[in-house]
């Protein structure tokens, strides 16, 4: 892969440096752990709050939306002041947000809590992931690092649920955001100890301007993609992403005019850089099928939330395993095609779910998950390490946060997408399916959706009721197919992508250099080529 910095891969990480990757693992799982334990807890907490329908939305969403918004300009902000530096001032406002949303008295306060904890949150992301580069010099240690860091994010989303319903069951909800505060409190104790300092020391001030119309264009989209995934293609949904798409044409065009822009455009001139972040956005896309899962696994096999997410631990588990392995493979084999090979078999896995029945198909649907959770891994892995390492040294935290940013659009446009699809062909499939005798405002009722059909259960009695409902398990399991066959096209697609676009990128093994010279890809003084004499860290840095 790519390594632009220049470092060489006699440069090798000891014992520090591993320890150091430990501390930054700590908030990358409490902050997907956060995320996943969040919905256990949320009826609790609006029954203590009183949380209306419209609050508990903003409850949970204000977080990812902040997160989201704010990263592009946090992992520049990071490259500018010190990457540990931000790292540290993040933890403190996390924790102190933790605090207060474990406290909070009301719906209001709860909210404004979950969004500075949004806000802290895009200052730990992209500082940690540009860390590892700083730390790890050789590629190959570079790759395990980045997958121990994957697998973390991963196993917090797994373990969320089990621990967040411990804590519910002996605790009150607001314990579950008190698990930041030790953990925050941990990496600021070992933090300067363990971590190194990087910052471009030739970076020129932030440009407030081009920090609102990052906003303005991230966070509409965002906005109006997962309202899409809610209410379909409404004119306010179509009209906040359509602003955000004009706002994002204004940032552009002012990057352009900089000479210290927030989000250096050049970078994607880095073909390494450009493909990566098209399949992180792809992969996010794919994402979307699992909302159709979820809701499979609680409305057609009738398990409870716990129980589906339990359904759910060992796709993850697979995701973990190919994050660890793909490095490893990737000494002998072009990450692109590692990547590739990984995606077709993610397609399979998505096929085998397009043969998942309305009835026993549990078992089918986990073995499907699996495999196309085990092909996804190298995607994330490698994909996340082409990213960083194909960009000067000083320029990582603003391509770790495009990563993020990257996955953050895929997973939003993939909801929305799916979705979307899902419910068109739910409702064309019941509509052809109702029986005899269902009353008109039920029908209308069971048509908007699988949630919908047990409401109108309610309104019909006698065998149609259960005519109904099987009728109404059936199109949803349809749809589910149907998003399933879409996001197998999807992998196959991006599978061409990683084995065309990504072939230059060699083995980790290969790279005695560190890294791909120039002519393999790029030329020297091309924009997206390390330049001559790359920022190197900073002396202030406690570590040395």
């Known amino acids: 892969m790519d390594v632009s910095s220049g470092a060489g891969s006699d440069v090798r990480a000891g014992r520090k440096e591993w320890i150091g990757l430990a501390v930054l693992a700590l908030p990358t799982l409490l902050l997907s752990l956060d995320m996943s334990a969040l919905y256990l807890a949320l009826p609790h907490l609006s029954q203590d709050l009183g949380a209306s329908a419209t609050q508990q939305l903003w409850i949970t969403d204000i977080y990812g939306f902040l997160i989201a918004g704010f990263l592009v300009t946090m992992g520049t902000v990071g490259d500018r002041v010190g990457r540990r530096r931000l790292l540290l001032i993040g933890a403190v406002?996390?924790?102190?947000?933790?605090?207060?949303?474990?406290?909070?008295?009301?719906?209001?306060?709860?909210?404004?809590?979950?969004?500075?904890?949004?806000?802290?949150?895009?200052?730990?992301?992209?500082?940690?992931?540009?860390?590892?580069?700083?730390?790890?010099?050789?590629?190959?240690?570079?790759?395990?690092?980045?997958?121990?860091?994957?697998?973390?994010?991963?196993?917090?989303?797994?373990?969320?649920?089990?621990v967040g319903g411990v804590l519910l069951v002996n605790f009150w909800w607001g314990s579950v955001f008190l698990l930041g505060v030790p953990v925050m409190a941990l990496l600021l104790l070992a933090g300067p100890k363990l971590l190194p300092e990087y910052r471009d020391a030739e970076s020129g001030r932030v440009d407030l301007v081009s920090v609102a119309l990052s906003l303005g264009a991230i966070l509409p989209v965002i906005y109006g993609l997962k309202e899409v995934a809610r209410s379909g293609w409404q004119p306010v949904n179509i009209t906040a992403v359509a602003v955000g798409l004009i706002v994002g044409v204004l940032f552009v065009q002012r990057q352009r005019s900089l000479a210290s822009p927030l989000l250096d455009l050049r970078l994607f001139a880095n073909r390494s850089f450009s493909a990566a972040l098209v399949i992180m956005v792809g992969g996010g896309i794919m994402s979307g099928t699992y909302?159709?899962?979820?809701?499979?696994?609680?409305t057609v096999e009738g398990l409870s939330p716990l129980q589906a997410g339990a359904w759910l631990v060992p796709s993850t588990i697979a995701t973990i395993f190919g994050v660890m392995a793909a490095p490893a493979v990737a000494r002998k084999i072009r990450p692109g095609y590692v990547i590739a090979g990984g995606l077709v078999v993610t397609a399979v896995g998505y096929l085998l779910l397009t043969q998942v029945g309305s009835s026993a198909g549990v078992a089918l649907l986990v073995t499907g998950l699996i495999v196309s959770s085990l092909g996804a891994g190298p995607m994330g892995a490698l994909g996340t390490g082409l990213i960083i390492g194909s960009v000067p040294p000083e320029k990582a935290g603003s391509a770790s946060a495009m990563s993020e940013t990257s996955g953050e659009f895929g997973i939003a446009f993939g909801i929305a997408v799916m979705g979307s699809v899902g419910t068109a062909v739910y409702q064309s499939s019941l509509s052809g399916g109702l029986p005899a005798g269902v009353p008109a405002e039920a029908a209308r009722t069971a048509q908007e959706s699988i949630a919908g059909a047990y409401t109108a259960v309610e309104q019909v009695t006698g065998p149609v009721a259960a005519q109904l409902l099987t009728a109404a398990r059936e199109a949803f399991t349809s749809a589910m197919n149907s998003t399933a066959v879409a996001s197998a096209v999807v992998a196959l697609v991006l599978a061409t992508v990683a084995a065309i676009a990504l072939r230059h990128a060699p083995p980790t093994g290969d790279q005695p250099d560190g890294g791909e010279q120039p002519g393999d890809g790029e030329q020297a003084g091309e924009p997206g080529a390390a330049p001559a004499g790359a920022d190197q860290p900073v002396a202030e840095t406690a570590a040395k």
């Open 93 to 162: 406002a996390f924790a102190a947000a933790s605090v207060a949303a474990a406290y909070s008295t009301s719906a209001e306060m709860l909210i404004v809590s979950r969004a500075l904890m949004g806000i802290a949150g895009a200052t730990l992301m992209p500082s940690t992931m540009s860390l590892l580069g700083v730390m790890f010099k050789n590629p190959q240690q570079m790759g395990v690092a980045i997958a121990v860091w994957m697998s973390c994010f991963m196993g917090g989303m797994a373990i969320g649920p089990v």
């Open 291 to 298: 909302l159709l899962v979820n809701l499979y696994l609680q």
